[in-house]
């Protein structure tokens, strides 16, 4: 049976949720709440494709449009997500999907079609090798958490809490104290931070215990030192899978080890939730930092197969870290006041989708 190619409307919105909550690869990025929160946070407008096959859905490809001040015109399949691609029933759905996406590229004028594939859906496509994921199992009883960890970061772990008193708060009032902390912990590293109104936007969206059959739920974690804030995180539970997301820590307390008692807490509290993975996130593979850090905790790095097309007459990004143009901004933003950083990291997030 031939296949058939539309764009979401408001009148298909309904056959989207119902093939994504039931497809076993789908994940939070798929869904339309991260749609809709990046379009309320950052404007982008959307271009989600749905297959058809004998008047049946038969595949997806969400699709999201980045006017970039830096880069130009980018179509990504998502912006600030960690996955995105296609979900579909069989390769030929896929192959479908890719060349009706790569047509609404070219439409666009677009540079650059980034595609955040977990693997290779198309042999013709080329792979990014940049990012891996880390991800593993949880144990079924939260008092497993701290003994299942590595012997030095369990022993960190063990010392936040018991000698240094560290607390853990989950508590969605607290999310503007997250929001500060993790700009501050991304001024200091020398990127910019995504506006409070993105993380507004998606707990307002994961406050649901099940959309469409699918459990989509949200932590807010605050984690105190003698009554003071110290470091926060925001996770997403999707499915059975927690995925902390968006991380910061006061750089004064960092002696108390209140990462590693903050992961610490939020798998404990995942695993009292009926969370049976921990999804680490994405890393770039030359982020030493971020990677040791994971594999310290017990997490083993996946590569990630993200794929991309170049249009003719389109170039590739270089929106990362390491490219030579923007080295002097990076030295420079650490030294900049957070009343400079914030308004401006936040401006700029929208022309670099993560």
């Given at each position: 049976m031939s296949i058939s190619i539309?764009?979401?409307d408001e009148n298909t919105t309904h056959l989207w949720d119902a093939y994504v909550a039931h497809h076993p690869e789908s994940t939070l990025f798929h869904t339309l709440?991260?749609?809709d929160a990046v379009t309320e946070a950052f404007g982008h407008s959307s271009r989600y494709l749905l297959a058809f096959r004998d008047r049946r859905v038969a595949g997806v490809l969400p699709l999201m449009r980045v006017d970039s001040r830096l880069a130009g015109t980018l179509m990504v399949s998502v912006p600030?997500?960690?996955?995105?691609?296609?979900?579909?029933?069989?390769d030929e759905t896929h192959r479908a999907l890719l060349e009706a996406a790569t047509a609404v590229a070219v439409q666009a004028g677009a540079q650059w079609l980034d595609i955040r594939s977990i693997r290779a859906r198309w042999p013709a496509l080329p792979i990014t090798d940049r990012?891996?994921?880390?991800?593993?199992a949880l144990p079924a009883d939260p008092d497993r958490v701290l003994a299942e960890m590595p012997r030095k970061a369990r022993a960190a772990a063990r010392q936040a809490r018991e000698r240094f008193h560290l607390v853990s708060r989950f508590d969605e009032t607290r999310l503007d104290e997250v929001w500060t902390l993790y700009s501050q912990s991304m001024r200091r590293l020398?990127?910019?931070?995504?506006?409070?109104?993105?993380f507004r936007a998606l707990i307002a969206r994961t406050r649901c215990e099940s959309q469409a059959g699918r459990r989509i739920e949200h932590l807010v974690q605050i984690v105190e030192h003698q009554?003071?804030?110290?470091?926060?995180?925001?996770?997403?539970?999707?499915?059975d899978t927690l995925l902390p997301y968006f991380a910061g820590c006061d750089e004064r307390f960092?002696?108390?080890h209140p990462n590693h008692f903050m992961y610490l807490s939020a798998m404990e509290k995942g695993v009292e939730m009926g969370c049976r993975e921990f999804d680490f996130g994405r890393s770039r593979v030359d982020n030493r930092g971020s990677c040791d850090f994971k594999r310290f905790q017990g997490f083993e790095p996946t590569p990630l197969q993200y794929q991309y097309f170049v249009p003719v007459g389109g170039r590739a990004?270089?929106?990362t870290p390491n490219n030579p143009r923007l080295q002097l901004s990076r030295r420079v933003w650490p030294r900049l006041p957070l009343a400079v950083t914030r308004p401006l990291g936040a401006w700029l997030s929208k022309s670099i989708p993560g």
């Open positions: 539309m764009e979401l709440i991260w749609r600030y997500g960690v996955y995105g691609g296609s979900l579909a029933d069989d990012y891996v994921t880390f991800r593993k020398a990127s910019p931070n995504y506006p409070l109104r993105f009554g003071r804030a110290i470091a926060g995180l925001v996770s997403f539970i999707y499915r960092e002696k108390y990004p270089d929106l």
